[in-house]
């Protein structure tokens, strides 16, 4: 039930007993999470009830330049079950898409793309290489001393 709906529920069940009672409803906690490749991750507050993706990713810093905007990933706890979703952030459909607007207790991750990934893979292949290549440079300069 949005915050809406319980309101003018809240609303009908009062008028029994009062006369045009006003009902205000928020969140206590709204927290989202945004995890993965943004410059500061964590769990945010919220201070109302229509915080979108693009204001969770502006809260948490914004993406990394590593961050994948095609494949971001919205876990949603509905009824008991989680669902994974997966959102493209330079497509257009996502202002219209149900998933724009965070729900309290969503976990927004942003994963890797292949810059990261490859720059990562190649530190360590050539590792090895620079480190075997200097322990010769020394072994070789100690020879030469003694």
Do not use: C, W
Not at 15 to 29: A, D, H, I
Not at 66 to 89: P, Q
Request: aromatic residues 10%; without cysteine; charged residues 25%.
């Amino acid at each position: 039930m949005t915050t809406r709906e319980f309101r003018d529920d809240l609303r009908l069940k009062l008028e029994k007993y009062l006369q045009s009672p006003t009902v205000r409803v928020t969140y206590n906690s709204y927290k989202v999470t945004v995890l993965g490749e943004v410059n500061a991750p964590g769990l945010y507050q919220a201070s109302n009830e229509k915080l979108t993706i693009t204001d969770a990713i502006g809260l948490a810093g914004d993406l990394t330049i590593f961050g994948d905007r095609k494949k971001v990933m919205l876990i949603r706890e509905d009824k008991g079950k989680k669902s994974f979703n997966a959102i493209d952030l330079t497509k257009r459909d996502l202002f219209k898409s149900e998933y724009y607007y965070m729900h309290p207790g969503d976990i927004l991750y942003i994963p890797a793309g292949k810059g990261r990934i490859a720059s990562a893979d190649t530190f360590y292949r050539i590792a090895p290489i620079v480190i075997s290549s200097l322990t010769l440079l020394v072994l070789i300069a100690r020879l030469q001393v003694n």
